[in-house]
Structure formats: structure tokens, C-alpha cells
T-cell receptor, first 112, second 112 residues
Framework: KAGVTQTPRYLIKTRGQQVTLSCSPISGHRSVSWYQQTPGQGLQFLFEYFSETQRNKGNFPGRFSGRQFSNSRSEMNVSTLELGDSALYLC???????????FGPGTRLTVL | AQSVTQPDIHITVSEGASLELRCNYSYGATPYLFWYVQSPGQGLQLLLKYFSGDTLVQGIKGFEAEFKRSQSSFNLRKPSVHWSDAAEYFCAVGAGDNDMRFGAGTRLTVKP
């Protein structure tokens, strides 16, 4: 089976812009979670989608949003980008509710 | 909510030496516990997981971990470290809802 794929791998934006990141889960996995990884804050949970519904949400401002499509692919959107949004954004898919998550390679977002 | 502490930010071991990475968790119920490894610029790879049953779990790449409920610990071990094991290691705890909490990570350096 192909692993979790994320596009794009690298992205450079300027403050105030918005960005959309994409994640394709492993075939058959219906849960997709998003994480933000920064040197200062480490790995932080953003949100999780299951069957097109957001089930869990971390402690991030409303500028961070996401959605999931009927084929389980997910997108994450960040509006009004800030310098502090520069991070590695990781997507993970899971086949069930046992927290066994398989991670993609991430999207490196740099905000200038 | 669950939380994880990895007391060691950085560990250096000689190639061929044994390794133990510490992980302590906080969670009211029986947690789902994981160890992940991350190479520079890459996503996270699942090494092993514990849900229930035998408290000593075997993972990939020769790693094992032992769940000790009395100590709220889930330490990762490897009897003989290889240079390719140099990476960052993350312990994570889940509650079965795909909202995982990660430790800050332990960076492993392997000396020749």
C-alpha cells in the first residue's frame, strides 16, 4: 500500500496570505489527523477528521481549519498567515480508533 | 487530558552500546502508548505500540519497550545501537480518539 502523501512538500508564503495543504491517507484509512511541529512547541495536535466530520480539535486559533472529502483526502487551510505559523505540518492517517497513526513526510511552510 | 514527558533532550551513545530512552506519561485510564522515530526533514515512523496485554512489546529495527503501570513509564530500549539509529525519538500517548499527545522528543547521537 502506498503511504500517506502530502503536497506540497515545501511552501513559502508571506504574512497575511492564506495557504492550503493537502493530505492523501493510506487507502482504507478513514481518519486523518493534522499536527504542527516547531522547534519551540514540538508536535501539537491540530484536528482530526473521520468520515468527513471533524471529531477532535486542538488548541489552535480559528485561522486553522480543515476538511475531509468523501475519498478521505484531507485539506488544511491557514488564513492570514503569521510568522509563527512557520512549521512542519504533518498529516497522519489511521484505520481505526486505536491511535495507530501513520505519518506523511510533512509540508514545510515558511512564512516571510 | 493525557500528557507525556521525555526527561532527556539529548543522549549520546557509542555504536554497539545499549540504549534506553525514558518516557513517562500521565493519563487516568489505560493509555495507548507509542514510540516514533523521526529522521531529519522526515515524517514520523512508528517503532512500536502498546495497547494491552504483554507489557514488553517488540518493535521494528530491534527496538523494544516495557510498559510499567506502577511507574507510569514506557521506556524504549535497544541492546546494540547502530549508527543509522541516530534520529529524534518521540513517545506519545493516546486515549483512543486519535488525538495523541507527544513528548518533546529525545535526540539520539551515535558515536563511532
Amino acid at each position: 500500500k502506498a503511504g500517506v502523501t502530502q503536497t506540497p512538500r515545501y511552501l513559502i508564503k508571506t504574512r497575511g496570505q492564506q495557504v492550503t495543504l493537502s493530505c492523501s491517507p493510506i487507502s482504507g484509512h478513514r481518519s486523518v489527523s493534522w499536527y504542527q511541529q516547531t522547534p519551540g512547541q514540538g508536535l501539537q495536535f491540530l484536528f482530526e477528521y473521520f468520515s468527513e466530520t471533524q471529531r477532535n480539535k486542538g488548541n489552535f486559533p480559528g485561522r486553522f481549519s480543515g476538511r475531509q472529502f468523501s475519498n478521505s483526502r484531507s485539506e488544511m487551510n491557514v488564513s492570514t498567515l503569521e510568522l509563527g505559523d512557520s512549521a512542519l505540518y504533518l498529516c497522519a492517517s489511521s484505520p481505526d480508533n486505536t491511535d495507530t497513526q501513520y505519518f506523511g513526510p510533512g509540508t514545510r511552510l515558511t512564512v516571510l | 487530558a493525557q500528557s507525556v514527558t521525555q526527561p532527556d533532550i539529548h543522549i549520546t551513545v557509542s555504536e554497539g552500546a545499549s540504549l534506553e530512552l525514558r518516557c513517562n506519561y500521565s493519563y487516568g485510564a489505560t493509555p495507548y502508548l507509542f514510540w516514533y522515530v523521526q529522521s531529519p526533514g522526515q515524517g514520523l515512523q512508528l517503532l512500536l505500540k502498546y495497547f494491552s496485554g504483554d507489557t514488553l512489546v517488540q518493535g521494528i529495527k530491534g527496538f523494544e519497550a516495557e510498559f510499567k503501570r506502577s511507574q507510569s513509564s514506557f521506556n524504549l530500549r535497544k541492546p546494540s545501537v547502530h549508527w543509522s539509529d541516530a534520529a529524534e525519538y518521540f513517545c506519545a500517548v493516546g486515549a483512543g480518539d486519535n488525538d495523541m499527545r507527544f513528548g518533546a522528543g529525545t535526540r539520539l547521537t551515535v558515536k563511532p
